[in-house]
């Protein structure tokens, strides 16, 4: 694997990089669907926060499960002769994906509480998308994102790869000796071959995308697609950690932690699913002649 491009002095870490593919290919898919729906909002700005706060969600959630080991990292960096470069060390690396996902929830129905529609009719202009509706925007966008961003796991080798294999299509995790090159995390032996779970979770992650893309061009009562979207999403989660090297912690030692966050997942798509189909409450200003109106 390549967790650094070393250009000189510089040492370009692959998980950062692709972590700005992953936002750039998110902000164009949103933008798409602002425009698509008369949304009047910037979707760069957008993103741009919601990475801020999923990245600093993920990192959180992945520390505080783990308080001893967060406490003693924390007195390594005050104790550092440079604490700067200690924390971005530290920053580096370990990340939580349920954390992530709320953090870029809530910062997004914060968003949408605040952006508006442009309106096609008069009286509808200035109407509030709300969170909800801002959720359902944004769906497609989490699927493309997520799935460019787990290919920066997989170049970094930072431990989301799968279990040992036999299979044509495994991959190395050590790709030389120094330290730009080593993998983050070593699998066992350090020269297995291993199952690249980020290439399924991009091809699973693209097959999210093409469905709420397809399913959001007609209009769905709110929240529908943002249940759909958990719900998927989920799924594709819970099946993966069965080929990954995460721990498995709960239920006999049968299921991983990413695993009963993604059930969660499942539940709360589910229980979404129903009460906007319930509540059928408009999604958008509708057109005078629109079939569906």
């Not at 910062?107 to 949408?112: I, P, R, T, V």
């Not at 995460?246 to 589910?270: D, E, I, R, W």
Request: proline share 6%.
């Amino acid at each position: 694997m390549y967790p650094f491009i070393n250009i000189g002095p510089i040492h370009l870490g692959t998980f950062g990089l692709l972590l700005w593919v992953a936002a750039v290919c998110g902000t164009f898919i949103l933008h798409r669907n602002f425009v698509r729906h008369g949304v009047d909002a910037d979707a760069l700005n957008v993103v741009a926060l919601v990475t801020l706060a999923g990245i600093i969600g993920a990192k959180l959630w992945h520390e505080l499960e783990e308080p001893a080991q967060l406490t003693m990292a924390w007195h390594q960096i005050v104790a550092s002769p440079n604490p700067l470069m200690g924390f971005l060390h530290w920053f580096q690396t370990g990340f939580a994906w349920f954390g992530g996902l709320l953090a870029g929830i809530a910062a997004l129905a914060w968003q949408g509480s605040m952006a508006r529609f442009k309106g096609p009719l008069e009286g509808t202009q200035g109407e509030r998308v709300g969170a909800l509706r801002m959720l359902d925007l944004a769906a497609p966008a989490a699927a493309i994102g997520y799935g460019v961003g787990r290919i920066g796991c997989l170049t970094s080798g930072d431990g989301d790869y799968g279990v040992n294999t036999t299979l044509p299509w495994g991959v190395h995790m050590m790709n030389g000796v120094d330290q730009y090159h080593r993998a983050l995390v070593q699998p066992t032996p350090p020269d297995a071959l291993v199952q690249p779970t980020p290439i399924y979770e991009l091809l699973f992650a693209l097959l999210v995308f093409w469905i709420v893309w397809k399913v959001g061009e007609r209009f769905k009562p709110i929240g529908w697609l943002t249940g759909l979207y958990l719900v998927l999403s989920g799924t594709g989660r819970f099946l993966v950690e069965f080929v990954r090297v995460n721990p498995k912690l709960y239920f006999g030692n049968t299921l991983s932690n990413a695993q009963v966050a993604a059930l969660g997942s499942m539940v709360a798509g589910l229980l979404l699913l129903l009460w906007a189909q319930r509540a059928n409450r408009q999604w958008a200003p509708k057109l005078a002649d629109d079939p569906l109106a």
